[in-house]
């Protein structure tokens, strides 16, 4: 079965820290990739994606994330985390069908200190 | 942000009570999903549809029931509630167009007591 692996749980920064969430997929075919980000109360908002091409995605908010093919990975990574970052985090990835069913990681939880 | 509202948005009630939550979108998109999200275990799907009348099974479809007559419209429907039941359920949307990621509601708050 599919399954999304994310390894931090919870992980509490300082602001100007710079900041990697781990993300590993089990599935071996084509897939495309997420990271999703959700503030207190809110709804899923998109990051970023990736569907082909550069493995290497900018998103909103300064974020990116890397797209390592050989070791099914797609961490997700800032420079300089703000307060405003604090928030959970979710990985997820789809493979490749028309159907876009979305397999979720359990979600980092991000608390930046000003 | 994509046009989904969710109704309602917080919900109590006892066991063995039905309950349909509801999803409407104004975007026309084909696609739509539910899921619950629960602490430690992200969001999982639960039905989704690929258009009208046209539905299936998530990964935790086991007492939820769906239906989609409208292409705005997509139905959750509990027929008898339980407390393992008791969630946070978000609805999403996506468009027929491959390169198009998944757009959340705001989600319904589920407590059933």
């Known amino acids: 079965a599919q399954s999304v692996s994310q390894h931090n749980h919870h992980v509490i920064l300082s602001e100007a820290a710079s900041l990697e969430l781990g993300c590993n997929y089990s599935?071996?075919?084509?897939?495309?990739l997420f990271w999703y980000v959700q503030y207190p109360g809110q709804h899923l908002q998109l990051l970023l994606k990736?569907?082909?091409?550069?493995?290497l995605v900018k998103g909103i908010k300064g974020f990116e994330a890397e797209f390592i093919k050989s070791k099914f990975s797609f961490n997700l990574r800032k420079p300089s985390v703000q307060w405003s970052d604090t928030a959970e985090y979710f990985c997820?990835?789809?493979?490749?069908?028309?159907?876009?069913?979305?397999?979720f990681g359990r979600g980092t939880q991000l608390t930046v200190w000003p | 942000d994509a046009g989904i509202t969710q109704s309602p948005r917080h919900k109590v009630t006892e066991t063995g009570t039905p309950v349909t939550l509801r999803c409407h979108q104004t975007e026309n998109h084909r696609y739509m999903y539910w899921y619950r999200q629960d602490p430690g275990h992200g969001l999982r799907l639960i039905h989704y549809s690929y258009g009208v009348k046209d539905t299936d099974k998530g990964e935790v479809s086991d007492g939820y029931s769906v239906s989609r007559s409208k292409t705005e419209d997509f139905l959750l429907t509990l027929e008898s509630a339980t407390s393992s039941q008791t969630s946070v359920y978000f609805c999403?949307?996506?468009?027929?167009?491959?390169?198009?990621?998944?757009?959340f509601g705001d989600g319904t708050r589920l407590s059933i007591l």
């Open positions: 599935y071996g075919g084509t897939v495309n």
């Open positions: 997820a990835v789809d493979r490749g069908s028309t159907l876009g069913r979305l397999y």
């Open positions: 990736y569907f082909s091409g550069d493995p």
């Open positions: 999403a949307i996506s468009g027929t167009d491959r390169n198009q990621p998944q757009h």
